[in-house]
Nanobody, 126 residues
Framework: QVQLTESGGGLVQPGGSLRLSCQAS????????MGWFRQAPGKEREFVAV????????DYADSVKGRFTISRDNAKDTLYLQMNSLKPEDTAVYYC???????????????????WGQGTQVTVSS
């Protein structure tokens, strides 16, 4: 089992920045590709970003490319999402997730992930 806890969400003005963190506990963190997803009210959960086990591969949704950066510190069992130039359409609950299938380098579908955090709210509004 892996337990995931997100933090760092909040209210920010358009154009601002936030850094989300996801603390993992349980099984070895560096065994898992890690991803960020988000879900806005009335919408399905969508992929945001993913990072491979050793940080050598990353991938992003087109809507966040150039604005968001995913990273991880395996020594601290922590995943990060740096979000810059935030827009109102980035408003959502953000979830971190871990994928236990070692055959997947950078999974981008929600059903490829086995473990999920409880989510942290990000609101972009003036």
């Amino acid at each position: 089992q892996v337990q995931l806890t997100e933090s760092g969400g909040g209210l920010v003005q358009p154009g601002g920045s936030l850094r989300l963190s996801c603390q993992a506990s349980g099984r070895a963190f560096n065994n898992f590709p890690m991803g960020w997803f988000r879900q806005a009210p009335g919408k399905e959960r969508e992929f945001v970003a993913v990072i491979s086990r050793l940080s050598d591969i990353t991938d992003y949704a087109d809507s966040v490319k150039g604005r968001f950066t995913i990273s991880r510190d395996n020594a601290k069992d922590t995943l990060y999402l740096q979000m810059n130039s935030l827009k109102p359409e980035d408003t959502a609950v953000y979830y971190c997730a871990a994928a236990s299938n070692r055959g997947l380098l950078v999974p981008s579908k929600a059903d490829q992930y086995n473990y999920w955090g409880q989510g942290t709210q990000v609101t972009v509004s003036s």
